[in-house]
């Protein structure tokens, strides 16, 4: 079965710090994903990447990048943490082409001081 | 306008019985496909059902069903013989082929089966 891990359950920041998600998936999927899930709005996307280097914005990109060097993972930065940032992140694969499914992380829960 | 909507942020079931959970959609693309995952409180997201917009037949998998409605752009999930371990987070999704990468989420249904 396919695994996608993140890197850390919880995280606890101050504000303005940089702040480094990691995602990594063992299944040589194409796709990568970050959702911000939040109380009553569901999942949003904030980037996605078909390929090594490529990457394109989601529906809330503002305060994040990303970073995929490796086909295996994929990083979401905050560079300068916001307590509006304070949100459960979660990272999803998927193998790409007529592939449907959508394979999850089980998520960072991250807090900004 | 959303492009998933589910409009029971709660439900309650009591154990063994059935219950339906509801979501409705938005798309003017022909080709299309629908999701339900369970997030239960270590906050996976566990992928349960799919249904394709040409499928002629409901999906089933197990003790779940999508009762999908084209023409209402309905897509409710029903689980059958509730389990304690139902007890969890319940997110309809859409992907559109038109915009290829993007699956839209709902706001989720939180259920509570009682024993």
């Known amino acids: 079965d396919v695994k996608v891990t993140q890197s850390s359950r919880y995280l606890v920041k101050r504000t303005g710090e940089k702040v480094f998600l990691e995602c990594v998936q063992d299944?040589?999927?194409?796709?990568m994903f970050w959702y911000r899930q939040d109380p009553g709005l569901g999942l949003r996307l904030i980037y996605f990447s078909y390929d090594v280097k490529m990457k394109e914005k989601g529906d809330i990109p503002e305060g994040y990048s990303v970073s995929r060097e490796k086909k295996e993972r994929f990083s979401l930065i905050l560079e300068s943490a916001s307590t509006n940032q304070t949100s459960m992140y979660l990272c999803?694969?998927?193998?790409?082409?007529?592939?449907?499914?959508?394979?999850f992380g089980s998520g960072t829960q991250l807090s900004v001081l | 306008a959303q492009k998933i909507t589910q409009t029971q942020p709660g439900m309650f079931v009591q154990e063994k019985e059935a219950v339906t959970l509801d979501c409705t959609y938005d798309?003017?693309?022909?080709?299309?496909?629908l999701f339900w995952y369970k997030q239960p409180s270590s906050g996976e997201m566990i992928f349960l059902i799919y249904q394709g917009s040409y499928d002629q037949q409901n999906a089933t998998e197990g003790r779940y069903s999508l009762n999908f409605q084209k023409a209402r752009k309905s897509a409710n999930l029903v689980i059958s013989a509730s389990q304690l371990g139902d007890s969890a987070m319940y997110f309809c999704?859409?992907?559109?082929?038109?915009?290829?990468?993007?699956?839209?989420f709902g706001t989720g249904t939180s259920l509570t089966v009682i024993p």
């Open positions: 299944m040589d999927h194409e796709n």
């Open positions: 999704a859409m992907r559109e082929r038109n915009t290829g990468n993007q699956f839209y």
């Open positions: 999803a694969s998927r193998l790409g082409g007529g592939q449907v499914k959508l394979f």
């Open positions: 798309t003017s693309d022909p080709s299309y496909g």
